[in-house]
């Protein structure tokens, strides 16, 4: 200490045994001891430490910058770098007994740990190995520690990604995703940013001026492609063909001959090219999952993945004389169209309804819902639409209760499955309007199998409406492609 002089650079390791002062906006001033007792007090901005809240006591931190003497007589860096150190065998016991993370847990514990498995500790704790570190501590304080050094781990992914530029929302769906390993993944690769929605012209700024990516290196044109596929996203198109990938990247690279390079990588990662059309790699698995749910589907899966009685067709004739009660009890006939519809729907595990305006289609679901529960066990009918506009349609039309897809999906999260109280029920789920529907909203989670939830969907489209973009085209192709029944 008594050689150092102000304004002298300066690299220590701190451990931090205070925090004195966080700013609202990020920087933080803190304190902390040196392996050697040496006490130095730290002053990081906004640029360094972007989040204030995270720098906690017992965390070990790398800093360097000018040394200067702060009012108090004592040693302060202003710190030009500030890098989270990750526990290592020379300070695990340190930051065990230091970290606020693993209050409880004293040096004499510590030290045993260390003891008994030395350098073999770390990856032990990495591992989650709860079998060997309870032979020395506690199931509850080995959980402790195993979870503090995983969070140690990922807010030192966090803190680099912040130090780089990444917004907030953005640096935490990396580390969400990645884990520990964000900061690997992204130095391999920086362009993997724009898959979490990061802007085009901030990656590429920062992949060609901190990572020194040349503009002709592959993953910079490879990116070009993936970026362009997800402009052609936020304006509906789950997929581009070949020349409109080609102009994009015209913006994108705004370089002819790196444009033509871009078109010529073939295989990737990140897409998919069949034929003329491109497509990403997360919007192939989507639509797949959606063909090969509604194929299951089609097939009268049942949530444990087979088939049984309960999805057995009912017989032709039972619903031919279920509508024909229903016509006597209104007082009107079907026209052959919309009875054809309604045998249709009764039979089928998916069915589509179409037909243009005033063609009958509300006529065809009241009558078929009088179908259902004549020649089913107790059905649970749910009427589902895209808007609210359209689930109020639709209840006026039958006398049923509606609601749109997003209230739906909320109510199974929310509710148990229902009580078949010595009966099997069967749900029957019918929906308006799903020429508009989207991709992403027939992919949410919420809409997979579960036991006791087992739809028996019907789709309707109105005649001669078209679907706006490409990503709303799943009741489109299903009619192209026969995948369903369709009745006009």
Not at 260 to 286: H, N, W
Request: glycine share 8%; net charge positive; proline share 6%.
């Amino acid at each position: 200490m008594s050689q150092e002089t102000a304004g002298k650079e300066v690299a220590v390791e701190i451990t931090i045994s205070a925090v004195r002062s966080r700013g609202r906006r990020g920087g933080v001033i803190v304190s902390g001891r040196t392996s050697a007792e040496s006490l130095y007090v730290a002053r990081c901005s906004w640029a360094l430490i972007p989040d204030s809240s995270f720098p906690d006591v017992g965390q070990i931190w790398a800093v360097r910058g000018t040394l200067g003497v702060n009012q108090q007589r004592e040693w302060q860096i202003e710190a030009a770098h500030a890098e989270l150190v990750p526990p290592s065998s020379d300070n695990i016991v340190a930051w065990i007994t230091q970290s606020s993370a693993c209050r409880g847990i004293g040096v004499v514990k510590a030290q045993r740990l260390f003891d008994h498995y030395g350098n073999r500790l770390i990856d032990l704790i990495a591992q989650r190995d709860l079998g060997a570190l309870t032979s020395v501590l506690s199931a509850e304080a080995a959980g402790l520690i195993c979870y503090a050094f995983e969070q140690y781990r990922l807010g030192e992914s966090l803190v680099w990604l912040r130090q780089i530029g990444t917004p907030p929302p953005i640096a935490r769906k990396v580390v969400d995703i990645y884990r520990h390993e964000a900061r690997a993944k992204v130095e391999a690769n920086p362009y993997s940013l724009l898959a979490f929605e990061a802007q085009w012209k901030w990656v590429d700024r920062l992949s060609r001026e901190r990572f020194n990516i040349s503009e002709d290196d592959p993953r910079r044109l490879e990116a070009g492609v993936e970026e362009a596929l997800y402009r052609g996203l936020k304006h509906g198109h789950t997929c581009l063909p070949r020349n409109d990938i080609k102009a994009r990247l015209k913006t994108l690279l705004r370089n002819p001959v790196l444009v033509d390079e871009a078109m010529k990588i073939g295989k990737s990662t990140q897409y998919y090219e069949t034929g003329d059309l491109y497509q990403s790699v997360g919007m192939e698995l989507m639509e797949r999952e959606i063909a090969e749910r509604l194929l299951d589907i089609l097939g009268g899966e049942t949530p444990e993945g087979g088939t049984s009685s309960l999805h057995a067709r009912p017989d032709q004739e039972a619903v031919e004389s279920a509508i024909t009660r229903h016509e006597r009890a209104e007082g009107f006939r079907l026209s052959p169209e919309q009875r054809q519809a309604v045998l249709c729907s009764a039979q089928a595990h998916l069915s589509l309804l179409r037909g243009g305006t005033g063609t009958g289609k509300a006529t065809v679901l009241k009558t078929l819902y009088d179908v259902l529960e004549t020649i089913q066990e107790r059905p649970v009918i749910h009427q589902i639409a895209l808007t609210g506009n359209a689930a109020q349609r639709m209840s006026e039309a039958t006398g049923r209760p509606a609601s749109t897809i997003t209230a739906f999906l909320a109510s199974l999260e929310s509710a148990p499955p229902q009580p078949r109280h010595g009966g099997r029920r069967q749900r029957d789920v019918h929906g308006r309007h799903h020429s508009l529907l989207s991709s992403h909203t027939i992919y949410d989670p919420r809409n997979a199998p579960r036991p006791g939830r087992r739809p028996q969907p019907l789709a309707t489209h109105r005649a001669g409406t078209r679907a706006p973009f490409a990503r709303r085209q799943p009741c489109h192709s299903a009619i192209r492609t026969d995948c369903a029944p369709a009745m006009v």
